[in-house]
């Protein structure tokens, strides 16, 4: 009985089992990934350091000579505006006992487990059946997406685990939980810095409300929309808030979005790293097509797009057929999604939203829209979970359209059966004809192959002599623009005539040979047919799972291994330096003693030879001056070359601190909100139950 129970737990979450094993592994083994890893680390350490050593708000990172060069630290150096970081994660007070790196890793697989919770919660939800939990399973949590985007150091991805709970609200009959819920989930991905998932999510979001009020006809849907912004506001505040401070006039230049080419490649090729050492693996993640990196841009889709391709034929075939569906009553959520999906696939190809984000950034005067995602090829990865979702709702029609499809074949063989033996008569005459036919043209090919070499030399003498007007007529005749044209044109075409020539000769001679094969067969080539076609049938669902999930286990794994590159212990570790300083006349370095800083001060001593001098600090925009006051007043913050300048006005102990409500007003609003609308949801899913 206990052998059963396990079984039918295996056969249930087989893809889950596999995928918590892979997840577990990156846990537990002792090496992170590339690129961004060390700003990842950098960032939780500098968290780590300013809440638990200096027991203070991470709010002004002085000196981020570690991470030059990265536009969201380079933009500003107040810390607590950028919005990449994991600070305002709910799972920032396990810093207080773990290193950064064991808990960046924790927190990837405590939201693989949250991300999983959330495919358990949706298929209850939509009432599935078990072979439609494990596809879904199966193209999310096997997807090579996430565990891409971790390997290369893109942690915020890790939001992405989210969307099943997104999609669990957003299907929800009660008007509150489509809109708060929704919310919650948006709000929860800024807060731990996803501000690239956030703009994918929130397209998905507005696309799915319209779409669905379109369908339903019902426009009061739409309140549900309005509604999950304003709890996205609140729960999120100090992180919207304090970014709009630092990033408000943000913006990046555009990439190009997808070509087909490039996309059609990548989503259909798994991909496969064979490097003798890790250091070499750059050599095989760093390919671009028209524009878009493979590191970031090579998302495969695998089976799934082949089977998204076919979602309007099944659509229409069920339609036809009238057959009945469980949950039929949110058939309009689930159009709604796909159309949602669609529309995220379509704007990340070429430049499609940067013409539409940059028509939206001007209307606003909001340059920031603009900034908040350069990438447009990124939308494809939403656009991959939702098809995800849509095509596991749609799996029992899939197959029951396959097994239609092997009947009627099988019906259809059966019904021309007296036409095969009547053609198979005809052949048997025929026969000795054949034999001849394909002897000829096997003789025939065998003969081109062997003139070739010599034909086409005394064809190429023909063509020289020709374009030297010294050949036949009717050949000069055809080179009347041997002057423009080099004569070595005329001679590839000649090689090309002739390769055509010979290549029909042989599938002519292969089609002559396949139909003398047949011949008085016909009836038993019948016989088998329908003999294989039963046996399709009956493994069409294990054939079809088989062409989902091993490629996706391929890629899968071939970036978990990037994803286990690099040791961990070589990772950068943090170094709180001092501010640069230098004289803003001279460029010399300040002569100032008694400098100590922490995330919200910096003081220094100043001497009466300082009186009246500016100290540059030009590693600080004077953006940032807005965020900055001197307590001690005897000096004042000025705009030096857009660098912030400290102009000395008396000696002594300069301090200079963060202005407290900058920050103390924001994070207060966002801790009431959450204080006050989750006991609220709560109550109201426990009275949709």
């Known amino acids: 009985m206990k052998l059963k129970s396990h079984l039918e737990f295996l056969h249930k979450y087989i893809y889950a ?17 590339l690129y961004d890893w060390d700003k990842e680390i950098l960032y939780t350490d500098y968290i780590k350091s300013a809440i638990f050593d200096f027991r203070k708000v991470p709010a002004f990172w002085w000196n981020s000579y570690q991470l030059a060069g990265y536009p969201s630290v380079d933009q500003s150096a107040l810390f607590i505006g950028n919005p990449e970081t994991l600070l305002f994660s709910p799972l920032t007070p396990l810093l207080g006992f ?16 949250c991300g999983f919770f959330g495919i358990l919660a949706l298929s209850k939800k939509m009432r599935w059946r078990a072979n439609q939990l494990r596809i879904f399973t199966a193209l999310f949590l096997l997807s090579p997406i996430i565990i891409q985007h971790i390997a290369i150091g893109y942690l915020p991805w890790l939001n992405l685990y989210l969307f099943p709970w997104l999609l669990f609200f957003l299907l929800s009959k009660n008007l509150l939980s489509r809109g708060i819920g929704p919310g919650i989930i948006l709000a929860l991905v800024l807060l731990q810095g996803g501000s690239h998932v956030f703009v994918w999510l929130t397209i998905f979001v507005i696309a799915y409300q319209l779409l669905h009020s379109l369908l339903t006809r019902k426009i009061k849907q739409l309140v549900s929309l309005p509604l999950a912004f304003l709890t996205t506001l609140l729960l999120a505040f100090a992180r919207i808030y304090l970014s709009f401070q630092s990033f408000a006039n943000f913006s990046q230049t555009f990439f190009l979005g997808y070509s087909l080419r490039g996309f059609f490649k990548w989503a259909l090729l798994p991909p496969f790293f064979t490097p003798k050492t890790m250091d070499d693996i750059e050599f095989f993640i760093e390919e671009y097509i028209d524009g878009v990196p493979y590191w970031d841009g090579a998302v495969f889709w695998g089976f799934l797009l082949i089977l998204a391709l076919c979602l309007p034929i099944i659509l229409i075939w069920v339609k036809r057929q009238k057959l009945s569906e469980e949950n039929s009553g949110i058939t309009s959520q689930i159009h709604a999604v796909a159309g949602s999906s669609l529309f995220l696939l379509i704007i990340s190809f070429y430049r499609i939203y940067q013409t539409i984000i940059t028509f939206l950034a001007t209307i606003l005067s909001l340059p920031a829209l603009q900034g908040m995602e350069k990438y447009p090829f990124r939308f494809a990865i939403v656009a991959y979970y939702g098809f995800s979702f849509v095509i596991a709702y749609y799996w029992p029609q899939f197959l029951s359209f396959i097994n239609n499809i092997f009947i009627k074949a099988k019906t259809l063989l059966g019904e021309k059966e007296s036409l095969l033996v009547k053609l198979d008569q005809k052949f048997q005459i025929k026969r000795k004809a054949l034999v001849v036919l394909c002897s000829l043209m096997i003789c025939l090919f065998f003969l081109a192959l062997c003139l070739e070499k010599p034909f086409l030399r005394a064809l190429h003498n023909q063509i020289s002599n020709a374009y030297h007007n010294d050949g036949a007529q009717w050949l000069m005749a055809l080179m009347e623009n041997a002057d423009v044209i080099p004569i070595e044109s005329y001679l590839n075409k000649a090689d090309t005539l002739y390769g055509y020539i010979r290549n029909t000769i042989l599938f002519s001679t292969l089609f002559l040979i396949l139909l003398r094969s047949i011949s008085g067969n016909l009836r038993a080539i019948s016989n088998w047919l329908r003999k294989a076609l039963d046996s399709l049938n009956k493994i069409r669902v294990h054939a079809l799972e088989c062409l989902i999930i091993i490629p996706l286990l391929l890629a899968f794994t071939m970036w978990l291994r990037v994803a286990l590159a690099d040791p961990q212990n070589s990772s950068s570790s943090l170094s709180l330096a001092p501010p640069h300083v230098i004289m803003a006349d001279s460029g010399e370095p300040a002569k100032i003693t008694g400098v100590t800083h922490s995330p919200l001060h910096l003081t220094f001593f100043a001497t009466d ?6 100290i540059l600090l030009p590693d600080i925009s004077y953006e940032d001056i807005r965020f900055l006051e001197v307590s001690s007043h005897n000096a004042v913050l000025l705009n030096k070359n857009n660098r912030l300048g400290v102009k000395i006005k008396k000696a002594g102990l300069v301090s200079v601190i963060i202005k407290p409500n900058y920050y103390l007003y924001p994070i207060t609003i966002t801790v009431l909100s959450w204080l006050i609308i989750i006991p609220l949801f709560i109550k109201t899913l426990d009275q949709e139950k």
């Open 17 to 33: 089992v596999i995928s918590f094993f892979a997840i577990l592994l990156f846990l537990i083994y002792p090496n992170v990934g």
């Open 609 to 614: 030879k300082l009186v009246e001098e500016i």
């Open 98 to 113: 773990l290193k950064p790196v064991v808990y960046l890793k924790l927190v990837v697989f405590l939201h693989f487990i």
